[in-house]
């Protein structure tokens, strides 16, 4: 009986079904379905043919007719009268933020109660289409996010909201000090955002990995490993990388009980000085030519591993005047690094010969990382390391998905402003991260993959009633898998 149990109806729902329409079950949900019998001339038999979706049952209502069968309905009864009256607005992420923004939306009333509706509209034109200024206007009024705002949006407004927020630096650090938390494992980096403004101190001639040379701003993240989200960032001048930046950014988050994860350019005596100075634990990988390192501790005789994503990493560690150095041998890394060398040796043989091979036999593979973390174990060290790709991840998707690698902000101010609408954006870009994690989608969907799909689902209004227009199958099927109800 078990086995056929599912097929089994109740008598609610088997009540509806007559000649003429076939009764179905979908994600737990009675739907009604127009069908027909059309005879095939191949089999010579009568095959069924499923129609138009009709609309839902349910034990409480019995039959709800769809909507898109009403508005159908209605038109040929000469109901819709004035065009005027129809309109239709994105609907699936505002519905999206209605769930999930609570606690941002909170805080942002707390710390600028003036403008964080504002705030939010302008994340979302960022978010959603990477909008310029010149837009907002066009992307709000389309959206059910300013249903009951009635106020007449310009760019200029939009600009004069950007440069208070930019003018209020307490209200933004105290934002982003609201969620940091304590005892969290930290990762710290920096990048570079070219610039078109002549008149800003923060825009200097620095340089970057590509050794470009343009007018640009640092930008310093502090990225929670424990929460999976940015937490804090700052403006450099960008001729600053040291640990003038590092220094004051921490001091202004009130980091104090974290552990810095860095990159390997973070390494300095002043660096660990002023880390040790301020109590705050480190993990910082090394240069592979730092004298710290001794490669002739690596020996398989005499070290441990452990396995680490399908592979075995061999480690050793010793101690230095004032903390641990950990070395560890990546098999696979290794093997890759000599064919690479290899190649080298036959493609660029003015730089590469085997004599330079053999010097670097013990150095392939090979990963070194100073650390004052006590009481853990060289794979917890290893791992922790390894959690820096979540910031790099971070940084691709400020570049990549906001288009803010550049800005043509002359003002300072509205710099400032301008950031903490990214920031805001970045913060909801890891909401729906961490969504992806949890329900083990993150292998098959992107961040963006939702975005694209909840922008699609519209409301209409007609003679000032709004419906939900239909929603595509492959919508359903991604927010069924990721537990996202839209109501």
């Not at 056929?4 to 009540?15: G, N, V």
């Not at 739907?31 to 095959?47: F, R």
């Not at 419906?467 to 991604?478: G, L």
Request: overall charge positive; some cysteine.
């Amino acid at each position: 009986m078990s086995r056929i149990s599912k097929y089994i109806h109740p008598q609610w729902a088997l009540a509806h079904r007559k000649p003429g329409v076939e009764l179905r079950f979908i994600n737990n949900r009675y739907y009604l379905y127009a069908c027909k019998g059309v005879y095939d001339p191949i089999s010579k038999k009568s095959k069924k043919i499923t129609g138009k979706l009709l609309g839902t049952i349910t034990e409480k209502d019995g039959f709800v007719e769809s909507e898109k069968r009403l508005l159908v309905g209605k038109a040929s009864k000469g109901l819709i009268l004035d065009a005027s009256t129809l309109s239709v607005r994105e609907f699936g992420f505002v519905a999206f933020l209605n769930e999930y923004n609570i606690l941002i939306s909170q805080k942002l009333k707390e710390f600028f109660p003036e403008h964080y509706q504002i705030i939010i509209y302008m994340a979302y034109c960022r978010f959603l289409y990477a909008s310029p200024i010149k837009n907002f206007a066009l992307h709000i009024a389309k959206s059910m996010l300013s249903i009951d705002d009635n106020t007449i949006y310009t760019d200029k407004k939009f600009s004069e909201v950007y440069r208070a927020i930019g003018r209020n630096p307490e209200a933004i650090t105290s934002y982003l000090k609201s969620f940091v938390k304590s005892n969290d494992h930290i990762l710290v980096d920096l990048t570079n955002v070219f610039s078109a403004s002549t008149n800003m101190r923060f825009a200097k001639e620095g340089y970057n990995a590509d050794m470009v040379f343009d007018k640009q701003f640092n930008l310093l993240y502090i990225y929670s490993a424990q929460l999976v989200q940015p937490v804090f960032y700052k403006i450099l001048s960008g001729n600053i990388k040291d640990v003038r930046g590092f220094k004051i950014s921490l001091q202004e988050a009130g980091i104090k009980d974290a552990i810095v994860i860095a990159d390997k350019g973070f390494y300095s005596k002043e660096n660990v000085s002023f880390l040790k100075k301020e109590a705050i634990n480190f993990i910082i990988p090394l240069q592979r030519d730092s004298k710290l390192i001794d490669y002739s501790k690596l020996n398989k005789r005499e070290n441990q591993y452990f396995k680490f994503q399908e592979r075995y990493i061999w480690h050793y560690s010793y101690q230095t005047e004032d903390m641990t150095i950990y070395l560890f041998k990546d098999e696979k890394l290794e093997v890759q690094e000599q064919k690479d060398y290899l190649d080298r040796i036959v493609s660029l043989p003015e730089k590469y010969n085997q004599e330079g091979f053999q010097r670097k036999i013990d150095v392939f593979g090979t990963i070194a990382m100073a650390s004052d973390v006590p009481n853990q174990d060289a794979k917890t060290i290893y791992c922790s390391y390894k959690s820096r790709n979540q910031i790099e991840v971070m940084f691709d998707g400020f570049k990549n998905i906001l288009h803010a690698d550049k800005t043509y902000m002359q003002n300072e101010d509205a710099l400032e402003g301008y950031m903490l609408v990214n920031h805001v954006v970045l913060q909801w870009y890891y909401i729906i991260y961490n969504i992806l994690k949890k329900n083990e989608q993150i292998s098959k969907y992107s961040v963006m993959d939702l975005v694209t799909h909840l922008k699609e689902i519209k409301k209409v209004r007609i003679n000032e009633l709004w419906h939900t227009e239909p929603i595509i199958k492959a919508s359903i099927v991604m927010l069924n898998k990721m537990k996202i109800s839209i109501t």
